[in-house]
């Protein structure tokens, strides 16, 4: 046969399964994931929900956006659920059943005088207390008298859990189970309209708030009674709360012992009966302890029945005077394991409950669900441990899971199940990772679990082992959009809190940064505007440190949410943030390393080497509103006007002083503007910016007085060296220097210039050499008027030309008649 294709009767995969193999088969659990095993591609669980009038979308990569719903899609009123809903809600929301055998159900006794009292209160629309010590059997109470509550008002029974529930919580939660409004929360205005009409009976159990908080609860529901069962260490309820009181107190010694021997399912011997009275006189007559008692003396009945059974390899006959020996006499516990029987009951249970109570311990009390049990203990049929457990009253129930019960952690902490807390909280952490980020576990499943998850993170944070606080941080990430979907906003505020404290620790910026911002989202959504605006600006500066520009975008539309609710006005900078925020009427500044735009006017560049520099205005002052945006409009505008202006007077400065040298001189005698300077120039004493003082006789010096050469730089001539077209006194026109020595470069070694001047006006020619109106004055040579580009070699008396600039704009770069007249 092919061994691919096996037939229908080959190997036992026949079609008839009536054999021993296909009879019987073990119930399979419950996956962690349905799609485990499968190739999925790994996709980003965005959620949309309504918050109030907002938008909310839970964004696990960059952060949560949050904006206004567009008109039309606020929804409306909500409707309410069927009694047929309101019973499958109960249901599911109801502790899952442990595997394994039934456990007996207890009855309850000697409660009949209270039952019918807090049924009685209830009907008359009265708000009642039940207290009582920790393991009185207030839970055994609460579900008899909502069964018999069940008509009394029209949306029926609620059953809500209050264990590290605030009032906030436990109003929303109440919302949930009467209204069908799925992915919508009601702002607080519209969840108070909402809630003020329902009329139902709502039981709280293991509730942990009072006082005020309390109050909150019963002002915001006037037409629901409720059933209320505070944990012995919650507050009390403030004086006008007009609450009834119902105490419960411990079973008598009879009703104890036959509470015993229904979980015993036999009658007590004289001895057994004897040590639970003694029992009754220390435990004060508290049912749990009678519970955990019967369970006690089962296992010894175990364990002496696996003593009594023979073995079938032993041979009668082998034994002394043809008689089996007596099994050794298992003795009673004492009355301390009696009173706090949980290490004596864990010891004799299997190994896969052992550990399961260990994980139970390090996180808090907290019994992960059992189909996390198999991957976290190790065994396959680690599931069958919650039966065990349950079955010996070690654990007690809380909303829709298990929890040790009452007093049982601290016994297993004092016989060492602590030890090595840190290491099972961090395999568990670990492995809620893994689990609430898998794209097939929807939110609901893991705010389910939202308790034993925030205990795995609290046990681990502070904490000094290396890469602790990373586990936390990844735990946090993923399992916080889950409980932001699931509308579970407490454990949502719990998770971010913790993860960015971890971060913190961690060092990871970025995840704090992210943990900043999903919490100025929540603050935003609860009407917090100061912490929301807090939140976000530290998640802003981080991201712009960053360069995240999703998240920082994300952040910004958010804090101009706050800015518009609080009614500020959008400040235009953030703290640690490289990239302002622009106001409306100004454009926004690139950030570092992107050149800026081009200015609306062309820098004017000037011989005077004047600089047009932009002034940074100051921001607007945010307390003033729309008024200083609209000033510092006005200063762009002025400053544009004054710019404007100034290159205007700039230009008319350069040409009137570009044409002030062309006209006739007033003693008829035009000069040259080409001049050089003497080497030893220096030496003088005189600045370039001083006017030297004329000779003796009277006529003004040329020292000093810049002019341009035919390069369009700016010469000034040195007293005692004669210029281009002068003569000096006692010298012909013949012995004058010849222009052709001036050059528009300086020699080797000497500095280049750095500076550079205004171009030649039309007005000027490329030889501004004139020819003196004298008759009587030599005409120049033709040599005189030509101009070389090579630098001079030889000692002439016209040096290298030294290149100035003038000190300001208004300066005039022409020589004036006076200045440079001859004597």
Avoid at 168 to 176: A, R, V
Avoid at 415 to 429: K, L, M, T, V
Wanted: charged share 20%; with cysteine.
């Amino acid at each position: 046969m092919d061994p691919t294709k096996r037939g229908p009767g080959e190997y036992g995969h026949g079609d008839d399964r009536s054999g021993d193999d296909g009879g019987r088969r073990r119930q399979p659990r419950d996956p962690l994931t349905p799609d485990f095993g499968h190739q999925t591609p790994q996709k980003s669980r965005t959620v949309q929900l309504i918050s109030g009038d907002f938008l909310l979308t839970v964004n696990p990569v960059d952060g949560s956006e949050i904006e206004p719903c567009r008109p039309g899609e606020q929804p409306g009123t909500p409707a309410r659920h069927t009694a047929a809903r309101r019973v499958e809600r109960e249901r599911a929301a109801a502790p899952p059943v442990p595997p394994g055998p039934p456990a007996p159900q207890m009855p309850l006794l000697e409660r009949e005088e209270e039952r019918e009292k807090l049924v009685r209160l209830l009907a008359r629309g009265r708000s009642v207390r039940l207290t009582g010590p920790a393991g009185s059997g207030r839970t055994a109470l609460l579900d008899a008298v909502a069964a018999d509550c069940a008509d009394l008002a029209p949306d029926g029974i609620v059953r809500l859990s209050g264990h590290k529930r605030t009032a906030g919580e436990l109003l929303y939660g109440l919302f949930e189970a009467v209204h069908d409004a799925p992915l919508h929360r009601p702002g607080p205005e519209d969840l108070r309209t909402l809630l003020n009409g329902i009329g139902a009976v709502v039981v709280i159990d293991d509730l942990e708030i009072g006082g005020s908080q309390l109050q909150e609860l019963l002002d915001a529901t006037p037409e629901c009674a409720f059933l209320l069962a505070p944990a012995p260490e919650a507050p009390a309820p403030e004086a006008e709360a007009n609450l009834d009181e119902v105490p419960l107190t411990g079973l008598g010694r009879s009703t104890s012992i036959e509470l015993m021997e229904h979980v015993l399912e036999r009658p007590l011997t004289d001895e057994e009966a004897n040590w639970a009275g003694d029992l009754w006189f220390e435990s004060e007559g508290l049912p749990l302890r009678f519970v955990q008692a019967g369970a006690l003396l089962r296992s010894h009945d175990d364990m002496r029945a696996g003593q009594e059974e023979p073995d079938p390899d032993d041979d009668p006959d082998d034994a002394p005077f043809g008689r089996r020996p007596e099994p050794a006499a298992v003795p009673l516990p004492s009355l301390g394991e009696g009173a706090a029987p949980a290490p004596l009951i864990a010891s004799r249970l299997s190994e896969a409950a052992r550990e399961t109570l260990r994980f139970a311990v390090a996180l808090g009390g907290e019994v992960p669900h059992q189909a996390h049990l198999p991957a976290l203990v190790g065994d396959t049929h680690a599931d069958a441990a919650l039966g065990e457990l349950a079955g010996h009253a070690l654990l007690s129930p809380a909303g829709p899971r298990y929890r040790l019960a009452a007093g049982v952690l601290a016994q297993l902490e004092a016989s060492g199940y602590g030890d090595g807390a840190e290491e099972y909280a961090r395999s568990a952490a670990q492995h809620y990772t893994w689990w609430a980020g898998h794209p097939s576990v929807t939110p609901g499943r893991v705010a389910a679990e939202a308790d034993a998850i925030l205990a795995s993170m609290a046990r681990l944070v502070p904490g000094d082992t290396p890469g602790q606080a990373s586990v936390v941080v990844l735990l946090a990430r993923s399992a916080a959009p889950a409980f932001a979907a699931a509308m579970r906003w407490g454990a949502w505020e719990k998770s971010l809190r913790t993860g960015q404290e971890a971060a913190r620790i961690a060092g990871e910026v970025a995840e704090e940064a992210y943990f900043h911002h999903e919490l100025g989202v929540l603050a935003l959504c609860n009407g917090q505007l100061d912490r929301a605006r807090a939140e976000l600006e530290t998640a802003i500066g981080m991201r712009g440190a960053l360069a995240d520009k999703p998240g920082a975008v994300a952040g910004r539309r958010a804090l101009a949410l706050v800015a518009d609710r609080s009614g500020d006005p959008l400040p235009t900078t953030l703290a640690g943030d490289d990239i302002p925020l622009a106001p409306r009427d100004e454009p926004a500044a690139p950030p570092r390393g992107v050149p800026p735009a081009a200015p609306l006017f062309p820098r004017v560049t000037e011989t005077s080497a004047t600089l047009i520099a932009r002034q940074d205005l100051p921001p607007a002052n945010p307390s003033k509103g729309p008024a200083g945006v609209l000033k510092g409009a006005r200063r762009n505008l002025v400053a544009v006007g004054a710019g404007a202006l100034l290159a205007a007077v700039l230009g008319t400065v350069v040409t009137l002083g570009a044409t002030s040298g062309s006209g006739d001189d007033p003693e008829g005698q035009n000069v040259t503007t080409e001049r050089s300077a003497s080497e030893d120039g220096a030496d003088d004493g005189y600045t370039e910016d001083e006017p030297a003082a004329g000779p003796a006789t009277g006529a003004p010096s040329t020292a000093g007085t810049p002019s341009p050469g035919p390069s369009g730089t700016a010469g000034p001539s040195t007293s005692g060296t004669p210029s281009a077209g002068t003569s000096a006194p006692g010298t012909s026109p013949s012995e004058t220097p010849s222009e052709g020595a001036t050059t528009s470069r300086p020699p080797h070694g000497s500095p280049s210039p750095t500076q550079t001047t205004r171009p030649p006006t039309p007005s000027e020619s490329d030889t501004p050499t004139v020819t003196p109106t004298d008759p009587e004055s030599p005409s120049p040579t033709p040599s005189e008027t030509e101009t070389t580009t090579e630098p001079s070699t030889s000692d002439s008396a016209s040096g290298p030309t030294a290149t100035v600039t003038a000190s300001s704009a208004t300066q005039d770069t022409t020589a004036s008649p006076t200045d440079t007249a001859t004597a």
